[in-house]
């Protein structure tokens, strides 16, 4: 087995044309989760990320696709820590499984571990370390 360190989900973002590809990982350099999740509760790009569509040339009905792979790769790259709460990892299960379109309210941890293994590995596999982590936590 590989270390997780070294892995973050990447499908999604390989998933992407390569314009909309180097914009996905532009936002992934400069924007913390918080503010990749403020983005994506708007339903157009704001201007500044208009023009970071402009300048990689990519076509703004690329941008929730964007968002979405973005969102998954960051969430992805939080590695599991004894010092998160709860909260916490429940938080970053929930927004990787929504942006991996496995929402939890429509399958198991457990099912979505398996069905994201073939194709999503880092995924899956950072799925299943926090929800060992979350186990842990709920068992103390």
Same mark, same amino acid.
């Given at each position: 087995?590989?270390?997780? @360190?070294?892995?973050?989900?990447? /499908? ?8 909309? =590809? ?7 350099? =400069? ?17 500044? @990320?208009?023009?970071?569509?402009? @300048? ?37 299960? /929930? ?25 999503? =590995? ?16 709920? /068992?103390?």
């Amino acid at each position: 087995m590989h270390l997780i @360190e070294k892995s973050y989900e990447k /499908k999604a973002l390989l998933d992407l044309p390569p314009n909309a =590809r180097d914009v996905a990982e532009d936002l992934l350099t =400069r924007y913390s989760l918080a503010q990749l999740l403020a983005l994506q509760e708007q339903v157009t790009p704001p201007q500044a @990320e208009q023009l970071l569509l402009q @300048e990689h040339h990519a076509p703004v009905h690329h941008w929730m696709n964007i968002l979405k792979a973005t969102l998954l790769a960051k969430t992805t790259y939080f590695l599991p820590s004894k010092d998160m709460s709860q909260a916490q990892i429940l938080y970053l299960i /929930k927004c990787a499984c929504t942006n991996a379109d496995y929402p939890l309210g429509e399958y198991s941890l457990a099912d979505i571990i398996e069905i994201s293994k073939p194709e999503m =590995r880092a995924f899956s596999e950072w799925l299943s370390h926090m929800a060992n982590l979350l186990m842990d936590k709920k /068992k103390t």
